[in-house]
């Protein structure tokens, strides 16, 4: 029914003369941005680009991204953003999977030159686009099409390319808007990198409202805050080692934040102690947690207040599933469990992605009857509040037990000289599995002292045998997720189990 | 994609042991409320009505005519409102265009017994409720499903029945939910009558998000102050004659009303006054004006903040074309007119009606390429803000001037001892037609003292050329529109122009 032309000239039309988007010193009003969305398709007709053919975009976050972003599925063709933090070889298999006819760099593309037909600085284009004609939009496209192609998979894998289509997306878009209430005098801070549904999840909603946007090219705590303050911005989206990072300067360094009325963050877990300390750091703002995935476009669950739940049996849910999205907890015969039983975590509504592109395979393994499985394992509360215990694969089986790492991370954050930590299985003679630890800590402590703190909060055979220190940040994704594959790969040499 | 099926179930998963429905002294969780649904469902079946078979409904607002609303849908069925206010002759017109097979009813139904196959009291039908079996909801029905048959036209002529699908109503409940920002934690009132949309709106939205209503059996200004108070209520839709019956008395006999959060008008053309005054009456309330129609199931456009724009250009706006609806003015010819020039209201989006029930030619007349022409005149600012001048029909053309009504009668409620007003044309030799008004008055007044204070506000040619005065209240519909219609006909007896 909808694609994203109509928010587009939703916004063109009520808020023509409002600012849509700021970022660094540029600033553009909707009227101006449907404009350079409709010469983004004149310049993508220039170069004789087909109706569904591939644009990859590889570059920080600014409102030269927005523009593509939109414009290009817009004008009937599907965006490709890359993950700014993969290196060379995914990329290029990624462009060589997805068939990509341009790619639109703002870094040194020599490498990925080979993968696609041309490669166009961004400079270069924005002069292309400058110089092209207002080209219609819409172009036949419907619900059906596909409006981008978003490859995942860095934590676990080969990367897939999850299709998006204008339906998906346009889905998403109102499940947003009633799980979060963006309104026309909000101005949305993305700091999130927009590769990333993290951070480009509020384009559509915002734009057919008539937020205003604001963005932030490079995340680092201290830019992140003092665009807050300069911004006077009033809600935003963080990944947890950004809200860490902001707890941490805020707390040291105070800016004026108090506009912020809403912090939410998502993409992957978050501690309770983080969401406590972000609550004392922002005392203005709602905490909201959103649960999500790229392959749903991305939006499942939200856990509104959660600054009201700390103390409460909802402090480390995910929350309720949003309006329009039906959230399951399935076993693996596919039949639902009952309230508090562990099983997978399913989800159907129309934010389900179409298909893994080109691996019907792929695809079919994680849907079935429009249910999309998430390959997260967790349980609902009697109201339909959700869990998460674990990624499937990230599940260790110690001596028959299954040990979820979130409830061994939950553990090992309490601990006051720990920063950051992570969990995972390494190989046991006896046990199949035992219960490893990799922590950064603040300064000096012991295995021994943090594994007496964890003999206190979880049960014995949940309690790491082993814990590796490091002074260096544990390695992540670009949404910030920890990279636990890097991590455990070592452990695992020569064994079996590298399915891991 | 959604049916009335989806919201129920939501709300029963997520929200299982709230409170879905205040009445009176009954209330019911929504677990409770979605099996009442399934039992009608039942009962449904055991009398052997088959799909999209009609249910029509005669009764006062109460929790089971939410019942029977949501739940005649859910199971497959067509829900018919029948409007009480609606004589005799004109209800059994519409049952047997219909063809409605049962209607429950909570009056007096003898004369229309012959005009359905069974009527059944409330009192008899709750009883079949009670004892039926929980059916399965569903039963194959998709978007474009009929739920609801809507029967209109009581102030414009022959009564048509409005063909709403599950995709139309479900699509307005998306654009209230964006809109109005109903949260899991609002108590929203219902107090205009539920066989009109005034009163229905707010049932597939808060259920969807598990949302508290109160419902209001028969509207008095006491029993709403009073019913205010008593629930707390956060929300509630009054059509203006209701808002100003409450401002009336809330000035004179206060309630708390503090919790009220927002204050929705609509289903006719209020006064700025009357908005004014209740801004002063409800300090706490945002104004928030809508404009719908029955054939958009019914939200089209609002103006928030009302209370923010009383002084400014915006003041008599109906507002912008909420998120999900597409409305322009267009001319005679279907061609979209510039802002600021008058021509018809027209509205596109996935909640326009599929037909009027058995009338092609009806239905072509106001739908084209998915354009729905709504016969309201106005025309928009830059900014998309919808000012309506008049109905299509009602406008007077006096000596080749166009005169929109309620320009005239907005005039007429500036002077301090207009209670009510109505203006309409009357036959005239010379200019064709004559503005003329009804007013009935706070007390003792003069037609020329009217007349001298409408020529210091609108031209010459608007000013009404003749006034009569009543005392009894002007004749309403359910929904408190005016029956411009009955005051008119008697001066239009002989003359040609009885299209009007």
Redesign the interface.
């Known amino acids: ?2 694609t994203f032309v ?1 928010p587009l ?2 916004a063109e ?5 409002r600012t849509a988007f700021v970022c660094g010193d540029r600033s553009q009003t909707f009227g101006e941005f449907a404009s350079r969305c409709r010469k983004v398709a004149g310049a993508l007709d220039r170069l004789g680009l087909d109706p569904l053919d591939r644009v990859a975009l590889w570059a920080p976050n600014s409102d030269h991204y927005a523009e593509i972003y939109m414009g290009v599925p817009a004008s009937g063709r599907a965006v490709m953003p890359l993950n700014t933090r993969h290196a060379v070889p995914e990329l290029q298999y990624q462009l060589d999977d997805a068939g990509a006819r341009i790619l639109i760099s703002d870094f040194d593309a020599e490498a990925l030159a080979p993968n696609v037909e041309r490669v166009i600085g961004l400079d270069e284009w924005n002069s292309m686009v400058d110089e092209a004609p207002e080209a219609e939009l819409g172009r036949g496209s419907t619900s059906d099409t596909m409006a981008g192609l978003f490859y995942t998979g860095g934590t676990t894998g080969a990367s897939k390319g999850v299709v998006l289509t204008h339906g998906n997306l346009i889905a998403n878009a ?1 499940h947003i ?2 799980a979060t ?1 963006i ?1 026309p005098d909000d101005r949305y801070l993305i700091m999130a990198p927009m590769f990333h549904a993290a951070g480009s999840v509020s384009l559509l909603p915002a734009i ?2 008539g937020a205003t946007q604001v963005i932030l090219p490079a995340f680092s705590p201290a830019a992140a805050l003092d665009l807050i303050e300069e911004s006077r911005a009033t809600m935003t989206l963080a990944v947890p080692t950004m809200v860490s990072a902001m707890n941490e300067l805020q707390r040291a360094e105070p800016r004026d934040t108090s506009t912020l009325r809403i912090l939410y963050y998502g993409a992957s877990p978050i501690a309770t102690e983080v969401v406590r300390t972000a609550t004392r750091t922002f005392p203005e703002a709602e905490m909201c947690h959103l649960y999500g995935a790229t392959e749903l476009a991305p939006l499942t669950t939200t856990l509104r207040h959660h600054e009201r739940h700390l103390d409460g049996d909802l402090a480390r849910s995910a929350g ?2 949003v ?2 999205v ?1 959230v399951r907890v399935f076993d693996d015969d596919w039949n639902e469990l009952p309230p508090g039983e562990v099983g997978r975590v399913v989800a159907k509504g ?1 934010n389900v992605m179409k298909e893994y592109w080109g691996k019907p395979e792929a695809t079919a393994a994680v849907l079935r009857d429009g249910w999309y499985d998430s390959g997260d394992l967790g349980y609902m509360d ?3 509040n959700l869990f998460l215990v674990d990624r499937a694969k990230d599940m260790i089986i110690s001596g028959g037990e299954n040990v979820y790492c979130t409830e061994v991370e939950e553990a090992l954050f309490k601990h006051p000289m720990v920063l950051e930590a992570t969990v995972f299985g390494i190989p046991h003679d006896t046990w199949g599995e035992a219960v490893h630890a990799v922590i950064v800590p603040r300064g000096e402590v012991t295995a021994e002292s943090i594994i007496e703190h964890c003999r206190q909060l979880i049960a014995g055979y949940k309690v790491p045998r082993s814990i590796s220190f490091q002074s260096e940040p544990l390695p992540k994704s670009g949404p910030g997720k920890i990279l636990k594959r890097e991590l455990r790969a070592p452990y695992w040499e020569g064994h079996d189990k590298m399915v891991h």
């Open positions: 029914m909808f109509d000239e939703r039309r009520t808020a023509g003369d109102w808007l009633v209430s309104q057919w409202v309720q599933p309006v329009g039906d129309p009697e109201h339909s």
